[in-house]
T-cell receptor
Framework: AQTVTQSQPEMSVQEAETVTLSCTYD???????LFWYKQPPSRQMILVIR????KQQNATENRFSVNFQKAAKSFSLKISDSQLGDAAMYFC????????????WGAGTKLIIKP | DTAVSQTPKYLVTQMGNDKSIKCEQN?????MYWYKQDSKKFLKIMFS???????INETVPNRFSPKSPDKAHLNLHINSLELGDSAVYFC??????????????FGQGTRLTVV
């Protein structure tokens, strides 16, 4: 069974600095999707970034980028120039390509931004 | 235009009552989900429907019954509410695998409090 592990329950970073959130997953599939979602205090779940496993190039969205290591089954999120609005829970998720369309979620990492 | 909307946003009710949460998506997606997020922020899939057909039914009490009148709607009905049902419930939708943009879009969540 697929699993997603976020080993950091909480991380803190100084405003304007860079922080990396870790995510590892376990699967026997060769093709799948990986996502990072953000949940601010408003509780809305917001997609931050998406990575297709067949793409070797790491996805980037403005200040957010991933380090996708397929062999190591690692999918970390790097946030550059951290801003106060980045404070949130961050969830890593894995999506199967089978007929169940199921998302497998990590337990989340709470990111604190220090002004 | 709200992509995934669920109502109500907050729901406070007494033990033993029956309540419903409604969800609608205007994205034309084929798949809809119900998630439960507990106090530790852990997201647990409850149900998934694809084109009005149930495809995931995780181990949840049979007091929870999803209803999908059409592929744009997935409502959640809960009978005989218990204190342990207090949580945030999220509706989400996604497009079928194989189409770009396979991420899930979430509603704003319903905070259910059972007293």
């Amino acid at each position: 069974a697929q699993t997603v592990t976020q080993s950091q329950p909480e991380m803190s970073v100084q405003e304007a600095e860079t922080v990396t959130l870790s995510c590892t997953y376990d699967t026997s599939e060769s093709d799948y999707y990986l996502f990072w979602y953000k949940q601010p205090p408003s509780r809305q779940m917001i997609l931050v970034i998406r990575q297709e496993a067949y793409k070797q190039q790491n996805a980037t969205e403005n200040r957010f980028s991933v380090n996708f290591q397929k062999a190591a089954k690692s999918f970390s999120l790097k946030i550059s120039d951290s801003q106060l609005g980045d404070a949130a829970m961050y969830f890593c998720a894995y999506r199967t390509l089978d007929s169940n369309y199921q998302l497998i979620w990590g337990a989340g990492t709470k990111l604190i931004i220090k002004p | 235009d709200t992509a995934v909307s669920q109502t109500p946003k907050y729901l406070v009710t007494q033990m033993g009552n029956d309540k419903s949460i409604k969800c609608e998506q205007n994205l034309g997606h084929d798949t809809m989900y119900w998630y439960k997020q507990d106090s530790k922020k852990f997201l647990k899939i409850m149900f998934s429907y694809n084109n009005k057909e149930l495809i995931i039914n995780e181990t949840v009490p049979n007091r929870f019954s999803p209803k999908s009148p059409d592929k744009a709607h997935l409502n959640l009905h809960i009978n005989s509410l218990e204190l342990g049902d207090s949580a945030v419930y999220f509706c989400a939708s996604s497009q079928a695998v194989g189409i770009s943009g396979t991420e899930a879009f979430f509603g704003q969540g319903t905070r259910l409090t059972v007293v």
